[in-house]
Every structure is written in C-alpha cells, then in structure tokens.
C-alpha cells in the first residue's frame, strides 16, 4: 500500500509558540489530504481538509485561524498549530488517499503534541 | 448528525472468535471501513464493505447489511497482538469528494492468555 510520513512523531513546547506539522505521501501523489485530531481513549475526528493550491476546508468547530493548513505541493501538506495552548495537546494524524472506490485513505504514523 | 455506535469495550481470550459490532445512523453511505489500531499508533486497514454480505480476508471477515445499518467485525483464532482498539468508519460521500470518513468511537478489545 501507498506510505505517508509524518515529523515530527513527537515534540513538545511551551505554551503560545507555533508548531508544524508535516505530512507527506512518499510514493504517490495526493491532491487532498485530510487532517484528524485524536484525544486520549476517543476516536479520530476529522478536523479539515487539505486541497493542493487551494484553501483547506475546516470542520465545524475547528478554527481555521489556529490550525493553518498549507498543501503547497501534491506529495506536501502542513499543520501549523499556532499560539499552542495545553488544551491542544493531542495526537495528530493526516491521511491521504481513499479517492476510489475501494481504495482506503493511508494514514501517516501521527504526532504527538504535547503542551506546557 | 451522525451516529456510529460501538462498543467500547471486549475482552476474549487467546484463540477464540470475538465479534465486534457497528451500527450507524449517517445522512449517506458510500462504504464502510474497519481499522486496527494499537496505542500511539496511526490506524491501519483492515476491511471495506461496501454491498451487503460477508468479506472474509485471513484470521478477519467483516459483515455488512445497508438496510439495518449494521456491520460486525469477525476475528477468528485470536492472538495476543490483537489486542487493540478497532475503529469502525463510514464513508459519506462518494469517493474524491470533499467529506471522507466518519469514525466510531472504536472498540478496546483485550485478548487474555
């Protein structure tokens, strides 16, 4: 099957600093990826979506002024989580993919983040 | 809203059959997914149905009916590496458009010597 990365796995920061989040397709390109946000014992829930060249679509709830999403290439897609704050702490992950009918979307390793 | 229902919990124990079961309520269906995935770790997947009937693939098989809106999970001969949470997902909207999967909550399934 098709391979996404993710980097970092993990990172930690200080409250009210930025962090990017990476999200490649290593040997397939992908017009759209899609970005989740995964509490501790909850299920993945979708927060937007990323469109090369084109703005992403967020999810009810989710700000899009906070979390910045970039799809400048088809193999590249950016998570930027801005002003983090300790309620965001959380495990991230991005899939591509699933753009057939029974292809299923890929998911990358995701990252931890973690708030101080 | 959408609603997918799972149990959040199993326990069964080492080479037995544990099913695990799905039922969702959802303004469209283009297909349903079930996912394993241990903790720490990204989802990886299982199965797809999206006709009715039984999809069987190794030690797994999943089942799907559209008119109940219900799906299970069957995992045969179980092994201690099963232990995981399972994910039942649905699929909205046709494929390439914009809204993709809709998860459960998922099943936390522990596997006992």
């Not at chain 2, 494929?95 to 993709?100: D, I, L, T, V």
């Amino acid at each position: 099957g098709a391979v996404v990365s993710q980097h970092p796995s993990r990172v930690i920061c200080k409250s009210g600093t930025s962090v990017k989040i990476e999200c490649r397709s290593l040997d397939f390109q992908a017009t759209t990826m899609f970005w989740y946000r995964q509490f501790p014992k909850q299920s993945l829930m979708l927060m937007a979506t990323s469109n090369e060249g084109s703005k992403a679509t967020y999810e009810q709830g989710v700000e899009k002024d906070k979390f910045l999403i970039n799809h400048a290439s088809l193999t590249l897609s950016t998570l930027t989580v801005t002003s983090a704050h300790p309620e965001d702490s959380s495990f991230y992950i991005c899939s591509a993919g699933g753009l057939v009918s029974q292809e299923t979307q890929y998911f990358g390793p995701g990252t931890r983040l973690l708030v101080l | 809203g959408q609603n997918i229902d799972q149990p959040t919990e199993m326990t069964a124990t080492e080479g037995a059959i544990v099913q695990i079961n799905c039922t969702y309520q959802t303004s469209g269906f283009n297909g349903l997914f079930w996912y394993q995935q241990h903790a720490g770790e990204a989802p990886t997947f299982l199965s797809y149905n999206v006709l009715d009937g039984l999809e069987e693939k190794g030690r797994f098989s999943s089942f799907l009916s559209r008119s109940k809106g219900y799906s299970y999970l069957l995992l045969k001969e179980l092994q201690m590496k099963d232990s995981a949470s399972y994910l039942c997902a649905v699929r909205l909207s046709p494929p390439g458009s914009a809204r993709q999967l809709t998860f459960g909550s998922g099943t936390q399934l522990t596997v006992l010597p």
